[in-house]
Each structure stands twice: as structure tokens, then as C-alpha cells.
Nanobody, 126 residues
């Protein structure tokens, strides 16, 4: 498994923006599929966004399409989730995940990932 270190969560007002970051230290020789998921209280963990190692392909949940953007750093030692036009229903614990894959591999399901971050809380107030 790969160690992942998340940051950037917090309490924000609806309509504002927030960026989450996930550091992936020490694995510059590996290629990964990278994703963000979230889990609201009483709900199952759900897919938010994913990107492949090459950065050529991204996928988004319908609920965040057009508002969120996933991007890997140029050195591929971090993946970011830029969230804009936040809604109250975006409130959740957000998790980053990575899984060894080819440079074009991309995964969108919880069970496809074996390395997870500790989670960062995002609360959106009305």
C-alpha cells in the first residue's frame, strides 16, 4: 500500500471554493490511477472524480461535473481536487485513493483502490 497524506478540508459557505490536496510521497517510479471519493454521515462512500497517470482522461460523478476538477501535479507526487460552487450536499469526509495502473488506467469504484488517505472533512454551510 501507498501512504497518502490529505489536506485542505474545512468549513466553507455555499457557493465558495476549496481545494483538497493529496500527497503521494516516495513513489515517483510507479504509475497510479488516482481518485477522490467522499462519504457523508450515514451514507456509503461514493465516487467523486478520477484521473489517470498520464492526465489524459478524467471522470466525474454527475453530482460534481462542471464544479469540481481533479488534477495530478506535474511530478505526479500529488493529486488535487479543486471544488467550486460548493453546495450543502457536498458536505462529507473526502478521501483520496491510488491504485497501481498503467499510465492510461483509470478506476471509479471503491473496491478498485487499495491505498487510501485518512480523509479530510469538508463542511459546506448555507
Amino acid at each position: 500500500q501507498v501512504q497518502l497524506i490529505e489536506s485542505g478540508g474545512g468549513l466553507v459557505q455555499a457557493g465558495t471554493s476549496l481545494t483538497l490536496s493529496c500527497a503521494i510521497p516516495g513513489h515517483t517510479l510507479s504509475t497510479f490511477a488516482m481518485g477522490w471519493f467522499r462519504q457523508a454521515p450515514g451514507k456509503e462512500r461514493e465516487f467523486v472524480a478520477a484521473v489517470n497517470w498520464s492526465g489524459s482522461t478524467t471522470r466525474y460523478a454527475d453530482s460534481v461535473k462542471g464544479r469540481f476538477r481533479i488534477a495530478a501535479s506535474g511530478t505526479r507526487n500529488a493529486v488535487h481536487l479543486q471544488m467550486s460552487s460548493l453546495k450543502v450536499e457536498d458536505t462529507a469526509v473526502y478521501y483520496c485513493a491510488v491504485e497501481p495502473a498503467s499510465s492510461l488506467g483509470l478506476y471509479t469504484r471503491v473496491h478498485e483502490y487499495t491505498s487510501w488517505g485518512q480523509g479530510t472533512q469538508v463542511i459546506v454551510s448555507s
